[in-house]
């Protein structure tokens, strides 16, 4: 069984290279064919010829197909690459989205605990004053007993 488009990409590079060749010579000699000998023309379009059967039997350009396939893989290329760095940011952004997520919430936990920090240090300090207060109501009292002779003040009243 033959395929098909095997047979046909056989086939492509000869006809594109007889294309090339009726083209170029008839941009070369154009209505002097009409008039010339058999084989007249051979000796100065051979060299033509020559190098055009070398392009087509060996440089991969000759066949614009495939010239276009490579072109066509370069350009997949380039496009794999640049979705593989959006992919790549997008990765990044998940990431800092999560970090900004996590140090929203660990703000909001340590503004919890200043309050409450702070609300602790307030009620230390009330206690504190409170009691500095009742000691120095205490010593005064022990003062003024101790100036008035007695508890009860006897001399002072």
Not at 7 to 16: K, Q
Not at 88 to 104: C, H, I, P, S, Y
Not at 121 to 140: C, D, Y
């Amino acid at each position: 069984m033959v395929d098909v488009s095997m047979a046909s990409f056989a086939e492509r590079i000869p006809f594109a290279f007889l294309e090339d060749m009726h083209q170029r010579f008839v941009r070369t000699y154009g209505g002097a064919v009409l008039s010339a000998l058999p084989y007249g023309m051979n000796d100065e379009f051979s060299r033509v010829l020559s190098q055009q059967v070398e392009y087509y039997s060996n440089d991969p350009n000759a066949d614009r197909i495939n010239r276009l396939k490579g072109e066509m893989s370069q350009v997949r290329n380039v496009m794999i690459e640049n979705i593989d760095k959006v992919l790549e940011r997008g990765d990044r952004l998940e990431l800092l989205v999560d970090k900004t997520a996590n140090m929203q919430g660990n703000t909001f936990r340590f503004r919890k605990q200043a309050r409450r920090f702070k609300n602790t240090v307030w009620w230390r300090n009330v206690r504190l004053t409170v009691a500095l207060i009742i000691i120095l109501i205490i010593v005064a009292y022990i003062v003024t007993a101790f100036v008035c002779k007695g508890p009860t003040l006897p001399s002072c009243v």
